[in-house]
Nanobody, 124 residues
């Protein structure tokens, strides 16, 4: 079992920057792709960004491309989501997940382990 814990959420203003972190409990997670998803009130959970096992490949949703950057530190088993120029529509609970595969993927059901989420609220 891999424990996944997100941190770094909070209340920010539109145009601000914020960095989310995700810590995975086992070194085995370093051999798997990881991703960020989010869920806004009244909406379904959606893909935000993904990164391959070695960080060599990344994928982003169109809504965050050019504003968010995903990265990982395999030695520390930590993944990051650097959010810049945030918008009110970025308000959501952000979830970190560990994939069954080594590749970066935007397919939700490929992800095996999930965190509890961290709230990001962007005021206008």
């Amino acid at each position: 079992q891999v424990q996944v814990v997100e941190s770094g959420g909070g209340l920010v203003q539109a145009g601000d920057s914020l960095r989310l972190s995700c810590s995975a409990s086992k070194r085995t997670a370093s051999n798997n792709g990881m991703g960020w998803f989010r869920q806004a009130p009244g909406k379904e959970r959606e893909f935000v960004a993904a990164i391959s096992w070695n960080g060599g490949t990344t994928d982003y949703s169109d809504s965050v491309k050019g504003r968010f950057t995903i990265s990982r530190d395999r030695v520390k088993n930590i993944m990051y989501l650097q959010m810049t120029n945030v918008k009110p529509e970025d308000t959501a609970v952000y979830y970190c997940a560990v994939s069954r595969l080594a590749a970066a993927t935007n397919t939700m059901n490929i992800y095996q382990y999930w965190g509890q989420g961290t709230q990001v609220t962007v005021s206008s």
